[in-house]
């Protein structure tokens, strides 16, 4: 295993060598001080960075959470549109039924017979009547 030996060499203080390596080893050491510098500002910046990120990773559950909210609704009423249509039903009576399965003023309008079931076991909530689509002279047929 070889041995490590240290050799030191002496310039006088007024050579050219000693100046040189002198002031390499400042500009060396003024280099260090702007790396270590740049490098904090670097570090923060990645602290910044990564606290933004998170946020926006909160921001993005919080928008798959709303939209879940607002589009499951939607899917379950088209799930059950189809559901209709493959039974057989035309378009205007899979509009009834699923208006009436979230509009009371409508419910009348059914014929019997009709597989509300369908509309009423997949959509729980119904409107009330002051979110009814239909204009106000037709919800209440008959009133």
């Not at 500002?41 to 919080?62: K, Y």
């Not at 607002?70 to 039974?87: G, N, Q, W, Y």
């Not at 509009?103 to 309008?109: D, N």
Request: glycine share 6%.
């Amino acid at each position: 295993m070889p041995r490590s030996t240290t050799k030191t060499i002496e310039f006088p203080e007024d050579s050219e060598t000693f100046k040189m390596l002198n002031g390499r080893l400042e500009y060396l050491g003024d280099e260090l001080g702007c790396l270590k510098e740049h490098s904090e500002s670097v570090w923060s910046r990645l602290e910044e960075i990564e606290r933004q990120l998170a946020d926006i990773d909160g921001s993005i559950d919080r928008v798959e959470s709303t939209l879940a909210k607002k589009m499951l609704p939607v899917l379950d009423r088209i799930a059950v549109a189809l559901e209709l249509i493959a039974s057989g039903m035309r378009q205007k009576e899979v509009d009834d039924n699923l208006l009436a399965a979230h509009c009371p003023c409508t419910a009348s309008r059914l014929r019997p017979g009709k597989p509300r079931w369908i509309v009423e076991r997949r959509i729980p909530a119904p409107l009330t009547t002051g979110e009814c689509r239909i204009p106000a002279s037709q919800q209440h047929p008959g009133d």
